[in-house]
């Protein structure tokens, strides 16, 4: 039987698994001179580790479960694949939890991943390069790019290929799902509190100033490429109908009240809507209309690329650091 079909010599063959809160996904790929990438393998899984971390603080046996099978599965792909580098990263909900640490340790044991719980700070600076990979580097339009997770959200503004700015907000699908929205369908009022606690998380984390320099968005993630493809009435799903997909705000809108209209067994036969993420989805479109209405942007283009290729071109040297801007000045005693 042939074995795997090596990189070419000039390439690096990377596979990424990203734990995170609320899905499993793994990237296989090969990444060439100037950070150009030749994907093999794609895949996606709705594993909800983050499932009660909110309020427990722990990650619960079943969840972990979950995403372990999940892990059975990539570890036989990454293997066919033979990679020359092998990496997991985790976010916000094994960040979150008190046996965090434990289960890093798990998956770097179990699976042989060079395994990872990244800060926010690197979260933000991957998602960017991700999502700005294929963009021209002298572009210097100031740009937004929003990762809503299920555990934490990132916004992070930066041109070019360089994050300038960015913040790690707590709040995700999951978590405010958990938190607000018990009714099914969900109420006025549920959702009305939703999107007041999205919003004061932005006001109190995002400088006005801040919020009123980008003049561009690029949503990556589950809530973003779901509004897409429902717009679209994609079924199968297509990543390349989506990827570059443009939504304005009143289409945001619009496919809100339709989905926070239905009960959780029809939203799941929504065309475009992955079963699996209609138990979220009205929290992450009622947070994607907060982002856009706080930074006064009239929609976003919709992309595949994210913390994955991010984490990819990372491993095999590409991608710049993040530029932090130097903290206030600490106020005199006194003053």
């Given at each position: 039987m042939p074995g795997p079909e090596p990189p070419p010599s000039d390439h690096t063959r990377v596979a990424v698994v990203d734990i995170g809160t609320n899905s499993t996904r793994l990237l296989i790929a090969d990444v060439g001179p100037e950070g150009r990438i030749r994907e093999l393998r794609r895949h996606s899984g709705v594993t909800r580790l983050g499932e009660g971390v909110d309020h427990d603080r722990r990650l619960k046996d079943a969840a972990i479960d979950r995403v372990c099978r999940a892990l059975d599965e990539y570890s036989k792909l990454i293997a066919a694949e033979a990679p020359d580098l092998a990496t997991a990263v985790m976010t916000s909900a094994v960040r979150d939890a008190a046996n965090g640490p434990e289960f890093a340790a798990l998956v770097a044991e179990r699976y042989g991943l060079d395994a990872h719980l990244i800060p926010g700070e690197d979260e933000a600076r991957l998602t960017f390069l991700g999502a700005t990979s294929e963009r021209d580097p002298d572009h210097r339009a100031a740009t937004l790019v929003l990762d809503i997770g299920g555990g934490s959200t990132e916004l992070i503004r930066g041109s070019g290929r360089e994050a300038i700015f960015h913040v790690s907000l707590q709040?995700?699908?999951?978590?405010?799902?958990?938190?607000?929205?018990?009714?099914?369908?969900?109420?006025?009022?549920?959702?009305?509190?939703?999107?007041?606690d999205v919003r004061a998380l932005i006001e109190r984390h995002v400088p006005a100033a801040e919020r009123r320099l980008p003049c561009q968005a690029i949503a990556v993630a589950g809530t973003a490429t779901s509004c897409a493809a429902i717009d679209q009435g994609l079924h199968p799903y297509d990543s390349a109908r989506v990827h570059g997909y443009h939504l304005d705000l009143t289409t945001c809108r619009l496919i809100l009240a339709r989905l926070a209209g239905l009960p959780l067994a029809e939203r799941r036969r929504v065309r475009g809507l992955h079963p699996d993420r209609a138990p979220t989805i009205i929290a992450g479109v009622a947070m994607l209309i907060e982002i856009l209405e706080a930074f006064d942007l009239p929609g976003f283009e919709t992309s595949e690329h994210d913390l994955l290729r991010g984490v990819a071109l990372d491993r095999a040297g590409f991608g710049p650091p993040v530029r932090t801007p130097p903290a206030p000045p600490v106020p005199a005693p006194g003053h």
């Open positions: 709040a995700g699908v999951v978590r405010q799902t958990e938190r607000h929205l018990t009714s099914d369908p969900p109420t006025r009022t549920e959702l009305t509190r939703l999107r007041a």
